[in-house]
């Protein structure tokens, strides 16, 4: 009894979560339109970081709109937990007015850029909506 | 080629009074949504004067200064994008045209596939508000030529 129990606490824990995530469409593609994988950039020169999206469109935070979500630029970091608010901060940047590009200003180094698509509640889709992980060096 | 678009057009003008007058996309009293003077739609591509082989292509829609957001959402400084194929500009203080010279991005889209057949082509972007109307000052981006073939 009590290990059924425990699995049907464990089938509402995963059903609870899957809930609380919104559905993207499988051929979904999210890239960094710019700049390319292994870009070197000037220091001290803000660049530009194109959004590119397939396949599904973009929609500020707190609009649920079937297939959509707003992008999020994960600068240095790896993906944060699947089915939970992405973080907010230096490494985490929302763009939730519905933004499809940014100026970013990086101190001289190799660093990495990944875009994942966040919900209307800035919760990462089901499969999640996520590009490849890229390096850039600013010198 | 032009009796291909005949049909189609005609189907567009069957559709549209009904869409229409379904919905009044700019009920008396609701002005155009404003729109930041900074704010800039362009191609990231194509290029003007791009020569595309075979037909089908990629258009990708840039805004600066403002952000995206569905056809009938009503959040500040954002659009969606409409593609102007070989038209000029329509009116500014009415819903923009809904057929295949005027394609919408309602759903937020920021990338379409195009298919036109050859030969040059102007290519036109304009940004529209929840209800499809051009903001104040109307957000549209320089029209570029192509070349398909």
Not at chain 1, 110 to 123: A, N, R, S
Not at chain 2, 7 to 20: E, I, K
Not at chain 2, 46 to 74: C, Q, Y
Not at chain 2, 100 to 128: I, K
């Amino acid at each position: 009894m009590r290990p059924l129990f425990a699995a049907l606490v464990m089938t509402a824990l995963l059903t609870g979560a899957a809930a609380s995530a919104t559905d993207a469409p499988a051929n979904a593609y999210c890239y960094i339109g710019w700049p390319a994988d292994g870009a070197v950039l000037p220091a001290g020169k803000p660049f530009r970081v194109w959004f590119g999206l397939r396949n599904m469109g973009v929609a500020p935070k707190g609009v649920a709109f079937e297939n959509t979500g707003h992008h999020h630029l994960l600068i240095d970091t790896g993906l944060p937990p699947a089915g939970q608010v992405i973080p907010s901060d230096r490494n985490h940047l929302h763009f939730g007015a519905g933004e499809t590009e940014t100026m970013l200003d990086l101190r001289p180094g190799t660093h990495t850029l990944q875009l994942l698509l966040g919900d209307d509640k800035h919760i990462p889709h089901t499969p999640p909506v996520v590009s490849k992980r890229i390096t850039i060096t600013v010198r | 080629m032009r009796h291909l678009f005949v049909p189609v057009l005609l189907l567009a003008a069957f559709l549209h009074p009904g869409t229409a007058s379904a919905q009044p996309a700019n009920p008396p009293g609701s002005a155009p949504a404003a729109a930041p003077a900074n704010a800039q739609v362009y191609f990231i591509w194509p290029h003007d004067g791009s020569v595309i082989e075979g037909g089908k292509f990629w258009v990708r829609m840039g805004l600066r200064n403002m952000g995206i957001a569905p056809k009938g959402t009503a959040v500040p400084n954002t659009g969606h994008h409409h593609l102007l194929i070989d038209t000029g500009l329509p009116p500014m203080s009415e819903p923009i045209p809904n057929d295949r010279n005027h394609l919408h991005f309602g759903a937020g889209e920021t990338e379409a596939r195009v298919e036109l057949p050859p030969g040059t082509h102007t290519l036109q972007l304009l940004l529209g508000d929840k209800d499809h109307v051009p903001h104040r000052p109307p957000v549209v981006s320089k029209p570029i030529t192509i070349t398909v073939r």
